[in-house]
């Protein structure tokens, strides 16, 4: 069998024998058809029969059910079923910790018995044990293993892409830089959070929703955290200050010379729109604005 029939291959006729096609690195449901001392064997399509070992067998499991499983290459390069979730999954991006290097590569844990190699030719850097990397899950042309990719440039969306003002998309942070900080967008292309419009704590690997801020004529794409659609006016922000001012006795630890973080510790919204909001109230006389925070007026 050639790759390219691997990877044309869909778990969505499972249930219809002669129409059977397993997806090696995915999720497939598969029918039990022989039970052994050491596990049972699953309709495998054009695998023939799949092993999925007894520690992995649910309690009470007969021949005929249909079972979620994933489907690998055990350290034989044979095709095996798991019902452990892998961290991810073939064609995604992912956060892992090399857990050894050798000549061989880097091999990471990405929750399967059968740790996930990252040859020397696709680590970006030389990666070192015990560190986390981002890496693209790929399948080998020669062989079908699954292996990864720090290179992730070159497995992102070259297409021109086609998102929205303020449209929500889901992130995964790569990267830091001078600017801020690099998320890949719904899998497939990248982005950068300016530091000005992160009011949260962010780390790399994590995965939280987002928003397109504007894709440039470049095509590069900014992001933000808050919907940009929803951002309050200056005006608008006035009431929650008073409000938060009101919660914490009439005194806040922040000012206009305050840093973005500290005052993402009370409101998620920009420093140039906190100004703006503390400016307008001190001019009504509303708040008075001391050394070392802002007080409510009496």
Same mark, same amino acid.
């Given at each position: ?44 399509g ?25 489907i ?6 044979d095709?095996?079923a ?65 292996v ?14 086609s998102?929205?003002?303020? $449209? #929500?998309? @889901?992130?995964?942070?790569?990267d ?5 900080? &690099? %998320? +890949? ?75 973005? $973080? #500290?005052? @993402? ?9 906190f100004? &703006? %909001? +503390? ?20």
């Amino acid at each position: 069998m050639t790759n390219d029939t691997i990877s044309e291959v869909s778990g969505s006729d499972n249930a219809d024998a002669s129409n059977l096609h397993v997806k090696i690195g995915h999720w497939n449901t598969l029918k039990i058809i022989r039970e052994k001392g050491f596990g049972v064997y699953l309709e495998g399509g054009q695998y023939v029969d799949i092993l999925l070992p007894k520690r992995y067998v649910p309690k009470g499991s007969q021949i005929g059910d249909l079972l979620d499983v994933f489907i690998y290459l055990d350290s034989n390069d044979d095709v095996i079923a798991t019902t452990d979730k892998p961290k991810a999954k073939l064609g995604e991006f992912a956060c892992l910790k090399a857990e050894e290097v050798n000549q061989v590569g880097a091999f990471l844990d990405w929750g399967l018995p059968k740790q996930l190699l990252v040859p020397f030719s696709e680590q970006k850097v030389r990666m070192r044990q015990g560190q986390y990397y981002v890496v693209y899950l790929y399948q080998e042309d020669r062989n079908w293993r699954i292996v990864a990719s720090s290179k992730i440039d070159k497995y992102l969306d070259s297409r021109p892409p086609s998102y929205d003002s303020g $449209e #929500e998309v @889901s992130l995964m942070i790569t990267d830091r830089t001078d600017i801020g900080y &690099m %998320a +890949i967008i719904n899998n497939h292309y990248q982005g950068v959070i300016f530091h000005n419009d992160i009011h949260q704590p962010v780390r790399m690997g994590q995965k939280l929703k987002g928003y397109i801020k504007r894709v440039r004529p470049d095509q590069k794409i900014d992001l933000c955290l808050q919907n940009p659609k929803s951002y309050k006016s200056a005006g608008d922000f006035s009431d929650q200050i008073i409000e938060k001012l009101k919660e914490h006795d009439g005194f806040l630890p922040i000012h206009d010379k305050s840093t973005p $973080e #500290e005052i @993402s510790k009370y409101f998620k919204t920009s420093k140039r729109v906190f100004k &703006m %909001a +503390i400016g307008g109230l001190y001019k009504s006389r509303q708040i008075v604005i001391e050394k070392d925070g802002i007080r409510l007026a009496d």
